[in-house]
């Protein structure tokens, strides 16, 4: 358990807090997209009830992602998988985006990258918490309720 513990604080962990929202994400993902969030706040639809959704089942995202720039578009595609937050579990369930733009620059890149996580984390609902509960169940962690706010 001490393991588990020590792996899960090691991990780069960001906040986000939608504009007109109490409620905060956490998500973790690498340097470069935390830099990006950070300076973008989430923006999607149903942000009050995923938020609230992670924050009652004690969960954070973790968000895995790719962008580039080829000769004919510039691309970004975006994982979304929720785990626990104390604790290197995740779910085996994931919400997966990709957006493309026949713009190839690199701020077109980065608009891409915002929209993809934003679609992404609208797409979380409660197969992705049940998911998590499957694996918490198997390793012995504490299960968390499914909240009914979230689709």
């Given at each position: 358990m001490k393991k588990l513990l020590?792996?899960?604080l090691l991990c780069t962990i960001g906040m986000n807090v939608s504009a007109g929202s109490n409620c905060s994400i956490s998500y973790m993902s690498d340097d470069k997209l935390i830099d990006i969030l950070k300076?973008?706040?989430f923006e999607f639809d149903n942000y009050q009830e995923v938020?609230?959704?992670l924050k009652s089942?004690?969960?954070?995202v973790n968000l895995r992602y790719t962008s580039a720039i080829s000769n004919q578009q510039a691309t970004?595609?975006?994982?979304a998988v929720v785990e626990d937050i104390n604790f290197p579990i995740a779910s085996d369930r994931y919400k997966r985006s990709i957006w493309s733009s026949p713009e190839r620059t690199?701020?077109?890149e980065v608009k891409l990258l915002i929209g993809a996580v934003n679609d992404a984390l609208n797409g979380i609902d409660q197969s992705d918490i049940k998911g998590l509960n499957e694996n918490r169940k198997k390793m012995g962690v504490k299960i968390y309720p499914v909240s009914s706010n979230i689709k």
């Amino acid at each position: 358990m001490k393991k588990l513990l020590l792996l899960s604080l090691l991990c780069t962990i960001g906040m986000n807090v939608s504009a007109g929202s109490n409620c905060s994400i956490s998500y973790m993902s690498d340097d470069k997209l935390i830099d990006i969030l950070k300076k973008n706040n989430f923006e999607f639809d149903n942000y009050q009830e995923v938020c609230e959704c992670l924050k009652s089942a004690n969960a954070k995202v973790n968000l895995r992602y790719t962008s580039a720039i080829s000769n004919q578009q510039a691309t970004a595609v975006v994982i979304a998988v929720v785990e626990d937050i104390n604790f290197p579990i995740a779910s085996d369930r994931y919400k997966r985006s990709i957006w493309s733009s026949p713009e190839r620059t690199t701020a077109i890149e980065v608009k891409l990258l915002i929209g993809a996580v934003n679609d992404a984390l609208n797409g979380i609902d409660q197969s992705d918490i049940k998911g998590l509960n499957e694996n918490r169940k198997k390793m012995g962690v504490k299960i968390y309720p499914v909240s009914s706010n979230i689709k």
